[in-house]
């Protein structure tokens, strides 16, 4: 770890030489280039530099401890050996956690889909109720959320919903809130007040750029239709639905949401885009939990990573079991401790498992 750290502090002033060249400097592109390289490394040297700083304290302590007779020195040079040896500690930990594998996804925004699973209406309307949870969250974060399509129910709620999450770092942040997401309390479609349990799938998909996933324009069918709304009451009365069509993997996007063709068509291919990149990660690394065939499973209760019991006012994280007693908070959108709480574990999952190097 300590070659492949002094490796980093090497490179990252070289960048540093660079950036400072004329040459560079006149070419804005390469200069964001290598300052995008060089801030993706500054943590991890700043920490070890902070390291080195330690080290040489304590190293100066045990000198003076090995070499000094006077009592009040030597009891000053192990307050400061004991003090610096803390810090390595503590230092050694972050530098391992830095060092983690980055997940090339964590920077890109990300287009969640949200499904009602058993349960029927009540089903829909919590998918509604999670959707505006997420949405809070996103507010809080200073993030952007756009709705790419919608099924609305009858009541208010939706059968499915997808919309794209914008801002920074979106993806490293909402990655484990996919999967099947379980309800307990008492339905509004309930008269006789017993609690009902439903479930609403998730999935969390990175946005996919065309770098990421070339489509073959011959490999389309578009159908273009009226939008309608619940009950199929005409929402307006031009052509403006899209339904794209991959024809190789038979993947279907529907959106109406837009009275605009073009804004639909746009919208249907980004969503097209983003479930065909999550398809090609699934065949790469089928074993990763931010797989979407992973997230979503059946739908069927059981397969749960989450209960909101709306009775005790109680949430649980199934994978870290982890529970809270403010569920009213977290469907208001504060759920950054749970969010932090699910990063904290997978970091603590891949160092016991020696990812760091």
């Known amino acids: 770890m300590y070659d492949r750290l002094l490796a980093l502090t090497e490179e990252h002033e070289r960048l540093s030489r660079e950036m400072g060249t004329q040459e560079v400097a006149a070419d ?48 000053l040079a192990e307050q400061e050996r004991r003090e610096a040896e803390q810090a390595l500690e503590e230092l050694e930990t972050e530098l391992k956690v830095l060092l983690l594998p980055k997940d090339p996804n964590d920077e890109k925004n990300t287009i969640m889909e949200i499904r009602a699973g058993t349960g029927g209406e009540e089903a829909a309307l919590f998918a509604a109720d999670l959707y505006r949870m997420y949405c809070r969250f996103a507010e809080l974060k200073g993030w952007k959320v756009e709705v790419m ?29 996919g999967g099947v997401h379980r309800v307990q309390r008492v339905p509004e479609t309930e008269s006789q007040g017993r609690i009902h349990t439903s479930a609403v799938t998730v999935a969390v998909l990175p946005e996919a750029e065309e770098v990421d996933i070339e489509i073959d324009p011959g490999d389309l069918h578009f159908d273009v239709y009226r939008s309608s709304g619940p009950g199929g009451q005409s929402v307006n009365t031009t052509d403006s639905a899209v339904r794209v069509t991959h024809e190789p993997t038979g993947m279907v996007v529907t959106c109406q949401d837009e009275k605009s063709q073009h804004k639909n068509k746009a ?24 797989d979407r065939r992973s997230q979503v499973g059946s739908g069927d209760r059981s397969e749960r990573i989450r209960t909101y019991n709306f009775p005790q ?16 908070g977290a469907m208001e ?6 969010v932090d709480a699910l990063v904290a574990a997978d970091r603590a999952a891949k160092l016991s498992n020696g990812d760091a190097g």
């Open 28 to 75: 804005p592109r390469k200069y964001r280039e290598l300052a995008k390289a060089q801030s993706a490394i500054s943590d991890v040297v700043g920490c070890f530099r902070a390291y080195q700083k330690d080290e040489t304290r304590a190293r100066e302590a045990e000198h003076i401890l090995r070499d000094e007779h006077d009592a009040e020195l030597r009891e």
């Open 149 to 177: 399509g919608s099924h609305p129910s009858a009541m208010g709620g939706f059968k499915e919903i997808s919309f794209r999450v914008a801002g920074d770092k979106v993806y490293s942040q909402l990655k484990f809130e």
């Open 313 to 328: 006012n109680r949430l649980t994280d199934h994978r870290i079991n982890l529970t809270i007693h403010r569920l009213d």
């Open 333 to 338: 959108g504060d759920i950054q401790d749970i």
């Open 267 to 290: 919208k249907a291919l980004a969503v097209l885009r983003a479930r065909l990149l999550a398809r090609k990660q699934e065949e790469e690394a089928a074993q990763r939990s931010a």
